[in-house]
């Protein structure tokens, strides 16, 4: 199914390449093509690319070899990431207490005081008005809806693009 | 089309304020929850202990009996759940006459690198439970979990089902062993001392690696597709309004404690306990056997991060007599925001709760 789905894609955007996009900027050129013509192809190229280039990404990850290395590097990277924490923890350490700066430890002990204050607060009173700023702002609820298809119809592409939902679907 | 060009790199500058914004808040040792945005329906804060401040949005109109508490994710901040009116899961809940409740998880800082799902499940589920049935003066409760939160949702409703009057769980990741979302081969190859060495270096997994998984999962899209989208959308306010509010939320990530991380990789993830009923919380085994209440199995069919393969077969893992799937054509988080949901989805949802509230 998605070697299919592949060849279409693949299709589609040989033909936006080599064949509408050459024959629809000369007629934009001469006035004869038709409104959003171009700009229409293009997109069309534009969503069978970014297809493609996801379908790609999803065949690396599933490659074993590729899931190894990056498997196989990331404790190298933890591992220096921990000395350089270890050692700009030692450096600042005997900086503070030269400088007379407040450590980590007495800045969190600090903030869990406060936090443990804020909680205590909360609990007394704790009610919430409404934003009535958002309840008052006019909505195009339509293309809020749009949205939401956009982001879930991405492994779901339609015909007429990934993003640009039709609004009569 | 060729304004996007010129357009692209304001949209990148934009992300990179949002990314580096949100990479702050996750560094923070206290999770700055003040950055949420204002809620939009008004709650109280009734209980706070361990991990949990528990908000309760009073219902409207007839009352059901049976309270219901929402188990959100412990990686993201729940406000998604009450985003803008007609996209808000706890608007519909309470217009339908549920008491509802919302676990609001308190981010883990560097003294919780010990907390895992013992202490998330049976002490702060439990206690939040507890406190609503108290104060509602029931001796059951209604529990929907919503993805992670389904998952430890599932885990209390397996170690204490007499607390449990309906579960719903929404978009589970149950069945681990399904890898169906490409990112999850990834995973496979993180080895345990991988995990270890994470948390050995950070004490808590942190929220930059949360939010590195959920980029890969669509790379492009997060590089470029979606600014295109908001290019090709600028003339409709309300595309660019739900943009930003649901940018600001991606880029909500929240650490996850050190030893919660861990199991979730080593045993949960990679070794799919759970669903073989093997997983240990604290001293007791997770036993869905135990599962015989009431269960509506709510599955987003184009979920592309939980994906619907995993969350489906946990219905025929359970006790329950009275269990369904109820699947609707929708994503992960349009599941919660879609209108469609909201005018389709979750009416059905409230039907079955109330045909089970007595």
């Known amino acids: 199914m998605a070697s299919r789905e592949n060849s279409k894609d693949l299709v589609a955007l040989y033909k936006t390449l080599f064949i509408e996009l050459p024959l629809a900027g000369p007629k934009s050129l001469l006035g004869v093509a038709k409104e959003g013509e171009v700009e229409g192809h293009a997109w069309n190229g534009y969503d069978a690319w970014i297809r493609l280039i996801k379908q790609s990404t999803d065949s690396l990850y599933q490659n074993p070899f590729f899931g190894e290395a990056l498997g196989r590097s990331m404790p190298g990277l933890l591992s220096v990431e921990r000395l350089t924490r270890a050692i700009s923890g030692a450096a600042f350490a005997s900086m503070r207490s030269i400088s007379g700066l407040a450590g980590a430890a007495e800045v969190h002990a600090i903030r869990t005081e406060l936090r443990d204050l ?15 700023e958002q309840v008052a702002a006019e909505r195009d609820y339509q293309a809020e809806e749009d949205f939401i298809k956009a982001l879930d119809g991405r492994l779901h592409a339609v015909t007429n693009g990934n993003n640009h939902v039709s609004r009569a679907a | ?136 003066g029931v001796e059951q409760i209604s529990l929907l979990g919503y993805c992670f939160g389904g998952l430890l949702s599932t885990m209390y409703t397996a170690l204490h089902p007499e607390n449990i009057k309906n579960f719903i769980p929404l978009t589970l990741p149950f069945d681990m062993s399904v890898r169906d979302i490409p990112t999850n081969n990834l995973m496979d190859r993180m080895s345990e001392d991988t995990v270890n060495l994470i948390t050995s270096v950070y004490g808590n997994c942190p929220a930059a690696i949360m939010k590195a998984g959920f980029t890969s999962m669509s790379p492009v899209h997060h590089a470029l597709d979606k600014y295109v989208g908001l290019y090709r959308n600028k003339q409709t306010p309300g595309y660019s309004t739900m943009f930003e509010l649901f940018e600001h939320w991606m880029n909500n990530d929240v650490p996850l404690a050190g030893q919660i991380f861990r199991e979730l990789i080593n045993s949960v993830f990679k070794k799919n306990q759970v669903a073989q009923n093997q997983f240990v919380a604290g001293d007791r085994k997770v036993e869905l056997k135990n599962i015989a209440c009431p269960v509506l199995n709510v599955v987003a069919d184009h979920d592309d991060v939980v994906a619907p393969r995993s969350s489906l077969p946990f219905i025929d893992a359970i006790a329950s007599r009275d269990k369904a799937n109820l699947t609707f054509p929708t994503g992960h988080v349009g599941a919660i925001v879609s209108s469609a949901a909201q005018k389709k989805l979750w009416p059905q949802v409230c039907n079955w709760l109330g045909e089970h509230d007595a």
């Open chain 1, 118 to 132: 804020r909680r205590e607060l909360r609990s007394v009173v704790a009610e919430r008005s409404v934003a009535s």
């Open chain 2, 1 to 136: 089309m060729l304004s996007l060009l010129s357009e692209l790199p304001q949209y990148w500058a934009d992300g990179a304020v949002r990314a580096l914004e949100g990479f702050r808040r996750g560094m923070s040792d206290s999770y700055p929850v003040e950055d949420d945005p204002p809620p939009l329906t008004p709650y109280k804060v009734i209980y706070e202990g361990g991990k949990v401040s528990l908000r309760h949005y009073p219902a409207k109109g007839a009352r059901h009996a049976t309270p219901l508490l929402i188990c959100f994710a412990l990686i993201k901040r729940p406000y998604i759940l009450d985003l803008l009116p007609g996209r808000s899961l706890v608007e519909t809940l309470t217009k339908n006459g549920f008491e509802t409740y919302l676990i609001d998880w308190i981010p883990p800082n560097r003294s919780d690198t010990w907390r895992g799902f013992d202490a998330y499940v049976n002490q702060d589920i439990d206690n939040a439970a507890h406190a609503v049935m108290e104060r509602e």
